[in-house]
């Protein structure tokens, strides 16, 4: 190979180095340090496996309880107005108590005062017409005390249910007159045949109606001869 050939030789090999080096250092968009631009950081809730420590989990986490709060505000039934508890106000009582009064059954007061005589009217009240008994002066019960149906008329129909608070009341009377020596049985609050009894037996010593049933009538007596001018306590 002549001197020339080989000058040429290595100027070849330069221009292929150079032109290595310019696509190298000038063409590629970056030497791989640099940021890329095509790789977004998908953060923790972009990886595999990890779905309870994720940035988009936790906001759900943390809006969850007061969506199942709203959740179940929006399933909580109301009670609708036709079977809300009715108001027991002092003018509500009184209404009842002048009811009562107008038809005889003794309800101690009419000053919108709920006492044991007035529960007790009210029972003899519901005993008479067939209802319920349950010592609570309501509006449907006013509308029982203002109808024109008679008194009686549905008496002896069906199998009638005795509330907590009538079983009170019952009690109550019971516990009277087992003090005076009646023997109604025991203070069980459960209108049997021995209370009745015993009710009667009183009824007949005080030259009272024998009706065998509580009433603010008979209430009132029994606070009159006992010992102390009332009746037992619940």
């Known amino acids: 190979m002549t001197a020339r050939q080989i000058r040429l030789a290595v100027m070849a090999s330069g221009l292929i180095t150079v032109s290595?080096?310019?696509?190298?250092?000038?063409?590629?968009?970056?030497?791989?340090?640099?940021?890329?631009?095509?790789?977004?950081?998908?953060?923790?809730?972009?990886?595999?496996?990890?779905?309870s420590t994720s940035l988009g989990n936790t906001a759900t986490a943390d809006e969850a309880p007061g969506s199942q709060r709203q959740q179940a505000a929006r399933t909580t039934p109301e009670i609708p107005p036709s079977v809300a508890p009715a108001a027991e106000g002092p003018a509500l009582v009184t209404s009842?108590?002048?009811?009562l009064n107008k038809r005889g059954y003794v309800p101690g007061n009419t000053n919108g005062t709920l006492d044991m005589v007035t529960r007790a009217a009210?029972?003899?009240?519901?005993?008479?017409?067939?209802?319920?008994?349950?010592?609570?002066?309501?509006?449907?019960?006013?509308?029982?005390?203002r109808s024109d149906v008679p008194?009686?008329?549905?008496?002896?129909?069906?199998?009638?249910?005795?509330?907590?608070?009538?079983?009170?009341?019952?009690r109550v009377v019971q516990q009277s007159l087992a003090r005076l020596n009646y023997r109604p049985g025991t203070a069980d609050g459960i209108m049997g045949q021995a209370t009745a009894?015993?009710?009667?037996?009183?009824e007949r010593?005080?030259?009272?109606?024998?009706?065998g049933r509580v009433s603010g009538l008979l209430?009132?007596?029994?606070?009159?001869?006992g010992a102390d001018g009332r009746v037992a306590q619940r």
């Open 205 to 211: 010593d005080q030259r009272m109606p024998e009706t």
């Open 96 to 99: 009842v108590q002048n009811e």
């Open 197 to 202: 009894a015993a009710i009667r037996a009183f």
């Open 122 to 145: 009210i029972m003899a009240f519901e005993h008479d017409r067939g209802l319920d008994l349950t010592a609570e002066p309501t509006a449907e019960l006013l509308a029982e005390l």
């Open 20 to 51: 290595l080096l310019a696509n190298l250092l000038l063409l590629q968009p970056g030497d791989g340090r640099g940021a890329r631009p095509d790789r977004h950081y998908r953060g923790l809730s972009g990886l595999p496996g990890t779905p």
């Open 151 to 170: 008194v009686g008329t549905n008496a002896g129909n069906g199998q009638r249910k005795t509330s907590t608070e009538a079983e009170g009341v019952i």
């Open 219 to 225: 209430m009132t007596r029994l606070a009159q001869v």
